[in-house]
């Protein structure tokens, strides 16, 4: 039995860990967000490997055997990152750019699974990332600035939530819809199942 560790006071996580009843606890990273890589997919595994490597420092050996999962999400456009917008104005210029085109959303996930259990000894370390197409309907000022007022911008990658209002003006997608949320529970779920790791149980 492995605690199941978050590396990350995301509520959007934190969510999608609750719909898909697995038991887990939170321990956010307390990390600066720099990294050298610049590519999407490894910019994205090498922020989630420094969250997951924080929170497992923080844990004594010996403790209960224990799966710590780290995620970073970012948002890529036309070679651009899109982080969390700062402010009113930065928020309205992502919109703006997003709008009648298609994004790409990159989830970079570390997993770090430690096991002191002698009959199945683990300790492992997997790092990999997700990517899902968006495509968002053109937008008017007017829908802009109305999606933005809402104040559910500010935390968000890209400056949008698709679980949120903004997900009327998604035309489609291409790829894993929870990745989009910041979260490929999928992909985790079934990288843990090859090593014969069950989450749900």
Do not use: W
């Not at 720099?34 to 924080?54: D, F, I, Q, R, T």
């Not at 298609?102 to 970079?108: D, F, K, L, R, W």
């Not at 968002?136 to 968000?156: C, F």
Request: with cysteine.
């Amino acid at each position: 039995m492995f605690r199941i560790i978050l590396a990350s006071a995301s509520p959007r996580r934190k969510e999608i860990l609750e719909q898909m009843g697995i038991a887990y606890e939170v321990m956010a990273a307390q990390v600066k967000e720099e990294v050298e890589e610049k590519e999407p997919a490894a910019m994205v595994e090498a922020l989630a490997s420094l969250k997951a490597k924080n929170v497992a420092e923080g844990i004594k050996d010996g403790q209960d055997n224990y799966i710590i999962i780290g995620a970073d999400t970012m948002v890529f456009h036309k070679n651009n990152a899109l982080g969390k917008p700062k402010d009113r104005e930065e928020a309205i210029k992502m919109l703006q750019s997003l709008s009648d085109d298609i994004h790409e959303v990159y989830t970079g996930v570390c997993i770090i699974i430690k096991s002191n259990n002698k009959v199945k000894e683990f300790n492992k370390e997997i790092v990999f990332s997700v990517n899902t197409q968006v495509v968002v309907a053109p937008l008017s000022m007017e829908e802009i600035i109305d999606y933005v007022d809402t104040g559910e911008a500010y935390d968000k990658a890209g400056a949008y939530a698709i679980q949120g209002g903004f997900g009327i003006y998604i035309k489609e997608i291409h790829g894993d819809y929870y990745n989009v949320v910041g979260f490929p529970i999928a992909k985790i779920y079934e990288k843990l199942l090859e090593l014969g790791i069950n989450i749900k149980k």
